[in-house]
C-alpha cells in the first residue's frame, strides 16, 4: 500500500489494476490493535503477558488464551472495542460478493471513524484512501504472495552473494535462484 509500490505499478503497468489483499490490510488492523493495547498499558493497564493472546486469530489460540482474550476484552472496553473492529473487518473480508463487501467496509469505516480509538481511525483513512485497490480484491481475489515468495527468494540470493559487480550479475542469480535451475554437470564414468 505504499505510495512507491502505487507508483512503480502506474508508472511500469499503466493499463493494470492495482489491488491490495486482505493480508496487507490485516497487518495494519493488527497493528492498530497493538498501538491500543499498548496504549493502555501505558495507563496503567495490567495487560502483562497478554499480548499473544491478543495478536492473530482466536481459533489459532488454546483455550487458555481464547478465555484470557475474552476476560481482558471485558475488562478493558478499549481492547474490547479494538478487537470487535479487528475482527469484523476479518469477517468482511470471508465475504465472497463485492456488493455485502463494499457496504460493509463502507459502514465500518465509519465506525472505526467514530471509535474514539486513533489507531483504527487512521486505518479508516487509509482504507478510504486505498478504496479501489481493497475492494478490486473482491473482484480477484488475487493475493500478492506469490511475487512475494519471489522477492524473498531473490533477496536471499543478494544476501548470499553479498553484492554484485553489475546488474546483469544480480539479475542472472535471482533467475537461477528463483527458477531453481538444476546446474549439475553429468560426469562420465
Sequence with gaps: M?????KGATEHFPHARI?????????????????????????GADLKGAMWSLRGNAWN???????????????????GRAMSLRETLQAIYARSDRQVA???LHW????????????FRNLAK????????????FDTQLTSAAIEA????????????????????????GYHRAGKLNLTVPTIT
Excluded at 531473490?154 to 539479475?171: C, S, T
Aim: net charge positive; hydrophobic share 40%.
Design 2 to 6: 505504499s505510495p512507491a509500490y502505487v
Design 19 to 43: 489491488v491490495f489483499d486482505k493480508f496487507h490490510v490485516m497487518v495494519l488492523a493488527g497493528q492498530a490493535l497493538d498501538q491500543v493495547r499498548r496504549e493502555l498499558q501505558r495507563e
Design 61 to 79: 489460540l488454546n483455550e487458555d488464551r481464547q478465555e484470557q482474550r475474552k476476560n481482558l476484552c471485558r475488562q478493558y472496553t478499549k481492547l
Design 102 to 104: 463494499e457496504a460493509e
Design 108 to 119: 465500518w469505516c465509519g465506525w472505526a471513524a467514530r471509535s474514539r480509538l486513533s489507531p
Design 126 to 137: 487509509t482504507v478510504r484512501q486505498h478504496w479501489d485497490g481493497i475492494l478490486a480484491h
Design 150 to 173: 519471489i522477492n524473498g527468494i531473490i533477496q536471499l540470493a543478494k544476501r548470499m552473494a553479498r553484492g554484485f559487480k553489475n546488474f546483469v550479475y544480480f539479475r542472472t542469480a
